[in-house]
């Protein structure tokens, strides 16, 4: 499975698409022409600019769009059969007229909505809809997606209208995960995917008009789009300015109606002139143990190091209270939050206690971080908090994302890690976050080290148990089950959940909401 911070070779190439033959290369869609009576209740010539704080990584493919603007950008251009609200993190029917229909236990059958088009005027065909999911399916193509949807057999179009799945077993969340595969137009994609995934086509709201490498990316409303949704200003601008410096200051100065990702220092000087709002997020900054490395494979030396940090101080001086201190693995904002049974508050005295019981007499590790300038401001707050630990000697060193994994982490060449994760981008429900970093082969074999203990393989049963559940109680109970384990083991374990603090001129838009995930949404949003 490819992270997010591994490009396979059709995103090196989109990203000399990207880059192009001059600095100023854009890559067009069909911008059509506007319809008076679909656009008669939006203003002529209205339009939302924006802040978005990560460059272009990948292209707009959702077989392999990971890169966080991209991510936001897919939002607005598909349309999957069921979508999760951005905002709210509700699932709501997109593409399907109509809640999917349990035939049996493993078959279940779509309709499609009437009138759905592609942005170039072609029908939304049940044969577009097999074509997605069977391409995500697929091996040969190694999308990152496939791991969230295991559980699909087969895909098949009854009719025009009628789509039927067959599933390998029993899953009660089918509904939820139908979130994860974007419809795309198959005579486009098989007409040339590396074009397509730089100029993406899709049935959602709005259509892809350009992208330029470290610039913006520009939308403008889909005219023919007639799902609940519908864009509200004709043009959409999403400047992409990864400095913090340049997105205050454009949004200070008006040239921006919202922005992503403010920074903590800055928050209450934009409060001055617009709304700042930060939401609690599932987003974590995690502690990470190579679990076959002596002797972080003891779990009284992992559990040592949680009491250890001062959770508060790094809270207080690294966030400005942004953040929470985890109580279990979701944030407690979650719907199936539950409090761990081990709970790490700050105590040294504890923490030395697990170090002697260990038999830990000196421990010299070195840790090792992401070069995130937020992580960057914890790391040595951690680190102070560990060499007041008698005998304890840690030394810190920063890297780039790519480095960290692809030079230590996934060689085995590492101690002890932090890093930030948020998997809640590709969807909400518990399986699918517990899944993330407790299942296959990526993280808990070849990064944390830890698929071959009795802990590992007791999750897995429970993770089956919940997927199979006949009800979402006792899921539930099972999720609750593997949530203790993870939380006294602590292989990998959040420290802290993040709040993302958004910005925006509520004097300008209308219906806006802040999320609690990296981009921003304007689905349902227009201009005063």
């Known amino acids: 499975m490819k992270t997010q911070f591994e490009l396979n070779e059709s995103r090196r190439h989109f990203m000399k698409l990207l880059a192009g033959a001059s600095a100023g290369l854009?890559?067009?869609?069909?911008?059509?022409?506007?319809?008076?009576?679909?656009f008669a209740s939006i203003r002529a010539g209205s339009s939302i600019e924006a802040g978005i704080a990560y460059p272009i990584s990948t292209g707009f493919d959702p077989l392999t769009a990971s890169g966080a603007s991209s991510q936001a950008a897919n939002l607005h251009i598909f349309e999957g059969l069921v979508d999760l609200h951005p905002a709210t993190r509700q699932p709501y029917l997109a593409l399907a007229a109509k809640d999917p229909e349990m035939k049996d236990e493993v078959t279940y059958h779509v309709t499609l909505r009437d009138g759905a088009v592609f942005h170039d005027g072609k029908p939304v065909t049940t044969e577009d809809v097999v074509y997605s999911f069977e391409r995500v399916l697929?091996?040969?193509?190694?999308?990152?997606?496939?791991?969230?949807?295991?559980f699909i057999e087969s895909v098949k179009a009854l009719d025009d209208k009628v789509v039927e799945f067959k599933l390998k077993y029993p899953f009660a969340l089918f509904k939820e995960r139908l979130t994860i595969v974007k419809i795309v137009p198959k005579h486009i994609v098989e007409a040339g995917q590396s074009a397509f995934d730089a100029n993406p086509i899709g049935s959602g709201p709005y259509r892809f008009v350009s992208a330029?490498?470290?610039?913006?990316?520009?939308?403008?409303?889909?005219?023919?789009?007639?799902?609940?949704?519908?864009?509200?200003?004709?043009?959409?601008?999403?400047?992409?300015?990864?400095?913090?410096?340049?997105?205050?200051?454009?949004?200070?100065?008006?040239?921006?109606?919202?922005?992503?990702?403010?920074?903590?220092?800055?928050?209450?000087?934009?409060?001055?002139?617009?709304?700042?709002?930060?939401v609690q997020s599932f987003g974590l900054l995690f502690l990470m143990f190579n679990c076959e490395k002596a002797p972080f494979n003891n779990p009284k030396?992992?559990?040592?190091?949680?009491?250890?940090?001062?959770?508060?101080?790094?809270?207080?001086?690294?966030?400005?209270?942004?953040?929470?201190?985890?109580?279990?693995?979701?944030?407690?904002?979650?719907?199936?939050?539950?409090?761990?049974?081990?709970?790490?508050?700050?105590?040294?005295?504890?923490?030395?206690?697990?170090?002697?019981e260990a038999g830990v007499k000196e421990l010299k590790f070195q840790l090792l971080s992401t070069d995130h300038a937020w992580v960057k401001e914890c790391a040595p707050l951690i680190l102070e908090s560990w060499n007041a630990l008698k005998g304890v000697k840690a030394t810190l060193q920063?890297?780039?994302?790519?480095?960290?994994?692809?030079?230590?982490?996934?060689?085995?060449?590492?101690?002890?890690?932090?890093?930030?994760?948020?998997?809640?981008?590709?969807?909400?429900?518990?399986?699918?976050?517990?899944?993330?970093?407790?299942?296959?082969?990526?993280?808990?074999?070849?990064?944390?080290?830890?698929?071959?203990?009795?802990?590992?393989?007791?999750?897995?049963?429970?993770?089956?148990?919940?997927?199979?559940?006949?009800?979402?109680?006792?899921?539930?109970?099972?999720?609750?089950?593997a949530i203790n384990i993870i939380a006294e083991q602590v292989p990998l374990y959040p420290i802290v959940h993040r709040k993302l603090p958004t910005a925006w001129n509520a004097k300008a838009l209308t219906d806006f909401q802040p999320l609690p995930t990296t981009g921003l949404s304007f689905l349902g949003v227009g201009r005063k």
């Open 138 to 150: 697929d091996p040969a193509k190694a999308s990152l997606f496939a791991q969230f949807i295991p």
């Open 26 to 38: 854009a890559f067009s869609g069909t911008l059509g022409t506007f319809s008076s009576e679909a």
């Open 212 to 278: 330029t490498k470290d610039d913006r990316i520009v939308f403008a409303a889909n005219p023919a789009y007639n799902g609940i949704y519908p864009a509200k200003v004709e043009k959409m601008t999403w400047f992409l300015l990864a400095d913090d410096a340049a997105r205050v200051t454009a949004q200070e100065s008006g040239r921006i109606q919202a922005m992503e990702s403010v920074p903590y220092l800055d928050a209450q000087r934009l409060k001055r002139k617009t709304e700042v709002q930060p």
């Open 301 to 356: 030396v992992r559990q040592a190091l949680h009491y250890a940090i001062d959770t508060q101080k790094l809270i207080d001086i690294a966030f400005l209270g942004n953040a929470k201190a985890a109580t279990s693995y979701v944030q407690d904002t979650h719907p199936d939050y539950v409090k761990a049974n081990a709970q790490y508050d700050f105590d040294k005295a504890k923490a030395e206690a697990l170090l002697q």
């Open 398 to 481: 920063h890297l780039q994302s790519g480095a960290l994994y692809g030079a230590h982490v996934d060689k085995g060449n590492f101690e002890v890690v932090i890093a930030p994760g948020d998997p809640s981008v590709f969807g909400n429900d518990l399986d699918l976050l517990l899944s993330w970093w407790y299942r296959g082969d990526v993280w808990p074999k070849r990064r944390f080290r830890w698929a071959d203990t009795p802990e590992y393989a007791e999750i897995q049963k429970l993770l089956d148990e919940a997927v199979r559940a006949k009800s979402h109680e006792e899921a539930k109970v099972a999720w609750t089950k």
